[in-house]
């Protein structure tokens, strides 16, 4: 195994559960966490619940901790698991700490990886989509909520011998493959996030929430279409979703609809109880994603010329609730009439 120092900024679920679990099979990991409590208490000994039970002590610090002169060049890979705002303060932060080689993989939700690769070059740039999920449940406490693995790959696209080699890595943590079309897959997975996280965090809804009310249903399937449009006109070939294409899912008029909520029903059975990232990122008072997923949508479509009326509602929606001038709630989905008008 070519990465002797691991480096995990980021000590939320998805970046603290894969550091305990990799921390557990042997690997050199150091977290790192802006929360000095959640780093005291890490150190002491992480709680994973779930669909994973373990405590397990992991070396902690904070970001500051991480930069003094005994960690120089010290990381030989980074996992970034913070949220999309933070990507560039975050990696840029700690850079004389990490080789001038170290791969950086990118554990987030949205397309994070052209601003990781900005800072290190795209040669550096791992992508990776994850299909398990977790959630905070309070300072050393952490939960996994579904099952599921991760998908690497070189970004943008094609294979090399770094992600290889991380896919090694992450896959003592959790079922982990490589992609040859990581953007295509990373797109796919925007899909979603953009769409059931999305208008589930103004609702106030869960994903199965999401799908039994027609509204926001309505909405989620409208953000879907708009986004797989963007993606097609910028040149992005989509990777199958539960071994479909998603073109299947997109809508076009009532006929479209019907059969897409079919097949939404069907494929998240498993993930009807997961509330969305967002929403809870909004109940402790964080700023949240949005400009990461539907906001990073609004940008490609005025890039290829395309029109995102849905995204940028959603993206306008959900900064108003963080700014507190709205709460999630279905009667938010209102504000949305004029858009979905076209599925009667």
């Not at 791969?103 to 994070?112: D, E, F, H, W």
Request: charged share 25%.
């Amino acid at each position: 195994m070519p990465y002797k120092n691991i480096v995990v900024i980021g000590g939320g679920a998805i970046g603290g559960i894969t550091a305990a679990l990799l921390t557990k099979k042997g690997e050199n990991v150091v977290v790192l966490d802006a929360d000095l409590e959640h780093v005291k208490k890490m150190s002491k000994g992480l709680e994973v619940s779930g669909f994973t039970e373990l405590t397990i002590p992991i070396k902690s610090l904070t970001p500051d901790q991480f930069t003094g002169k005994d960690y120089t060049g010290w990381a030989d890979i980074v996992l970034l698991a913070v949220k999309g705002l933070h990507t560039e303060k975050a990696l840029t932060s700690i850079l004389p700490s990490i080789s001038k080689t170290a791969p950086v993989v990118s554990l987030q939700n949205g397309i994070n990886e052209e601003t990781i690769a900005k800072i290190v070059g795209v040669e550096r740039t791992i992508a990776c989509s994850i299909t398990w999920g977790g959630t905070n449940q309070g300072p050393g406490q952490l939960i996994q909520t579904t099952e599921g693995g991760f998908i690497i790959g070189q970004w943008p696209t094609g294979r090399s011998k770094a992600a290889e080699d991380v896919a090694d890595l992450l896959s003592k943590a959790f079922p982990t493959e490589i992609a040859d079309n990581i953007i295509g897959d990373r797109w796919t997975k925007l899909l979603i996030t953009a769409s059931l996280t999305s208008v589930g965090t103004i609702a106030g809804l869960t994903y199965g929430g999401v799908i039994d009310n027609e509204a926001a249903r309505k909405v989620a399937l409208t953000v879907i279409t708009e986004t797989y449009d963007v993606g097609i006109a910028a040149g992005v070939k989509f990777a199958e979703l539960m071994g479909v294409s998603p073109s299947i899912v997109l809508v076009r008029n009532k006929a479209d609809f019907d059969n897409a909520s079919k097949l939404l029903d069907f494929a998240f059975a498993k993930h009807r109880p997961t509330k969305p990232s967002m929403w809870q990122d909004i109940e402790k008072g964080r700023k949240t994603e949005v400009d990461f997923v539907n906001g990073y949508v609004v940008r490609k479509g005025k890039e290829v010329g395309m029109k995102t009326p849905g995204n940028e509602m959603v993206t306008r929606i959900i900064k108003e609730i963080e700014e507190g001038r709205r709460k999630p709630d279905p009667a938010n989905l209102k504000e949305f009439t004029g858009i979905i008008e076209y599925i009667k």
